[in-house]
């Protein structure tokens, strides 16, 4: 049995609630949800309708940028990095492994700005 692919760089699917447009996610139990500081994720959510149990997701791995959501002020040109509640943010210093998520293109000023992020298509872990 052949098994479908997608080549868009966007994808369909179930949520358990709807999600904010723009933070990262990951999948839990076959659903998407909000991707923490732990885990890069996948993609970041691009549509999420009222009243529809699925959202369509922008895969990181896309042509093009994608705007996400900042933790805190982000420098263009810094590399930006998984932070909680689905949002990026410049390499902390504190200790850690951080899952760094691709290349702010603008400039976030406070938490909750968005910034346009060219993603790495593959994330890497990053220990300081």
Request: aromatic content about 6%; some cysteine.
């Amino acid at each position: 049995m052949s098994m479908g692919y997608k080549d868009l760089g966007y994808v369909t699917l179930p949520v358990a609630e709807r999600l904010t447009e723009n933070l990262r996610v990951k999948q839990d139990s076959g659903v998407c949800v909000i991707a923490g500081a732990d885990t890069a994720g996948f993609g970041t959510v691009f549509d999420s309708p009222f009243d529809d149990p699925r959202a369509t997701i922008a895969l990181y791995n896309k042509p093009g940028t994608q705007i996400m959501i900042a933790s805190d002020a982000i420098n263009a040109g810094a590399d930006v990095y998984a932070a909680a509640d689905g949002k990026v943010c410049m390499l902390p210093v504190t200790a850690g492994t951080y899952h760094k998520i691709g290349v702010a293109l603008t400039v976030a000023k406070a938490d909750g700005d968005g910034v346009e992020v060219a993603p790495n298509g593959a994330c890497l872990s990053v220990t300081v």
